[in-house]
């Protein structure tokens, strides 16, 4: 005969499915958000490919990962400010907006500090950037590795540029970066910043003329739908930088902190890499879709055009950093 299912039964049975369902719930999975502003087949994405695996397989399991791509989290500055507030857990920028929030880092924007890859690279696997990333910590950010975007070159659909002098007049969208717009200000060019998910539509309706960006974003993004010149100034080193969210990381254990700065580091490789491969076979890749590339360029006429940009900086923020990556750059 079965006993009666007394109200203590009852408490008891509550009691532990509440309590197994806790157990569940402690164990699931925590939600990784990743965002970041270029397509899916960009190597922002190859990058965000490779945290994903990284980390999911470091954690077991205990993170997952959801890419966000094409902006659909909001522009750069936007999801930056995503991080300090916790609507987004890791964020793969250029270092466009950060001088907005982190001004150590506009040194890194200045025209022509590195001659090439090597040398970027370089300096910034050193100390020195080692010391700018721990910056980030004093504006709410964690800064997790130096990643890569590549050196950026002009294009515009209205003329061939070979001299700061055929730049004069362009409307050319910049990044929100004052160390950019003073350079093309001083080459007689009309910067107009705009944040990267208007910048397709702007180039098509003319709202701009030209923008700056490194062969891997042009190819992701097939500005040879919009425009018709390339000239491979390679006027800036554009790092790009792998953030994250205090709120989140400064809830976690040392080791699952150490998960997070691994993926970053197999992030930041697998990117450098795939702008390597960008580097090598991108021009040939927009040629076949129509833009006319100019490679001869004499780059000095443009490094003594924005010299004033660099007064810019220096007046505010001194010369020390500059100077440092400058002897830093000199022995890589």
């Not at 090439?116 to 370089?122: E, G, L, T």
């Not at 910049?174 to 910048?199: C, D, I, S, W």
Request: net charge negative; hydrophobic share 40%; proline share 4%.
């Amino acid at each position: 005969m079965n006993k009666p299912f007394t109200r203590q039964a009852l408490v008891t049975a509550i009691s532990a499915i509440a309590t197994a369902g806790f157990a569940v719930q402690a164990h699931a999975a925590t939600e990784v958000s990743l965002g970041h502003t270029l397509s899916s087949t960009s190597h922002y994405s190859v990058g965000a490919d490779a945290f994903k695996e990284t980390l999911e397989r470091l954690s077991g399991g205990e993170f997952t990962v959801t890419e966000h791509t094409s902006g659909s989290l909001g522009g750069e500055r936007e999801m930056i400010e995503g991080l300090q507030i916790g609507t987004v857990d890791v964020v793969i920028t250029s270092t466009g907006p950060l001088g907005n929030f982190v001004p150590e880092t506009y040194v890194l924007d200045l025209p022509f500090l590195f001659e090439n890859y090597d040398q970027a690279r370089c300096v910034l696997d050193s100390e020195l950037g080692d010391e700018l990333l721990e910056k980030m910590s004093d504006h709410d950010l964690v800064g997790l590795a130096w990643t890569e975007n590549g050196f950026r070159h002009l294009t515009n659909s209205r003329r061939e540029i070979a001299t700061p002098a055929d730049a004069e007049g362009l409307r050319v969208r910049t990044m929100e970066n004052a160390v950019h717009q003073e350079a093309f200000r001083q080459m007689g060019a009309r910067p107009t910043p705009m944040a990267f998910p208007e910048l397709f539509t702007a180039l098509q309706q003319g709202t701009v003329d030209g923008q700056e960006n490194p062969i891997t974003v042009i190819v992701a993004t097939n500005f040879w739908e919009v425009q018709d010149y390339l000239s491979l100034t390679g006027h800036v080193y554009s790092p790009a930088i792998v953030l994250g969210s205090p709120i989140l990381l400064d809830g976690l254990n040392e080791e699952e902190r150490d998960w997070f700065m691994q993926a970053a580091a197999a992030s930041a490789e697998a990117t450098r890499e795939e702008v390597s491969r960008l580097e090598r076979e991108g021009v040939a890749l927009l040629e076949e879709n129509g833009m006319t590339v100019k490679t001869d360029i004499d780059i000095a006429p443009f490094q003594q055009a924005v010299e004033p940009a660099y007064e810019i900086f220096t007046s505010q923020y001194g010369t020390e950093m500059l100077e440092r990556i400058q002897d830093k750059a000199s022995s890589c």
